[in-house]
């Protein structure tokens, strides 16, 4: 319990810190997307399936616009949670599988920027439907670990 406490200070203090970044940069979705995240981190550090089940139900602080969350689960790479009411559908299936329109397999990016070591954010570059339109555009997430056993995204379309 002493840890969580600690880590939701020190994630605090970074929320904090990026948002003043994130004012810098004129408040691009990019940088409103990585904050995102940042919350992200400390609500599924904080409980985990209450997270989960928050990020299934949309809405709240983790859907702005066209920015939503997604978490799959390590090891096996199955998504646990999604945000984007077009892609309810992945729930459950292998994020590995996953390639955008035109065959770039950006699931085993995603897995494998999750396998990096926690604190780290990788860019994730494809092509997604967006919740307003299911037609894919160009998108990044940003993912990271979170606990060892998931990985967390959020992403922005160009």
């Not at 139900?57 to 689960?73: I, K």
């Not at 990788?122 to 998108?139: A, C, I, N, Q």
Request: hydrophobic share 40%; glycine share 10%; aromatic share 10%.
């Amino acid at each position: 319990m002493a840890r969580k406490i600690i880590f939701f200070a020190a994630a605090s203090a970074m929320l904090a810190l990026s948002q003043g970044a994130a004012a810098a940069s004129k408040g691009t979705n990019g940088s409103e997307a990585r904050e995102m995240l940042l919350n992200v981190i400390t609500e599924v550090k904080v409980n985990r399936q209450n997270a989960f089940d928050m990020f299934n139900q949309g809405g709240g602080r983790f859907v702005d616009g066209d920015l939503y969350v997604f978490c799959t689960d390590a090891k096996t790479g199955k998504f646990v949670a999604e945000g984007n009411v077009n892609a309810k559908d992945l729930l459950g299936t292998d994020v590995r599988a996953l390639k955008d329109v035109n065959g770039k397999p950006f699931g085993l990016e995603i897995y494998a920027a999750g396998q990096k070591p926690e604190g780290e954010i990788t860019e994730v570059d494809y092509l997604f439907g967006k919740p307003s339109d299911p037609k894919p555009v160009p998108k990044t997430s940003f993912v990271a670990k979170v606990d060892d056993d998931y990985a967390c995204g959020v992403g922005y379309y160009k």
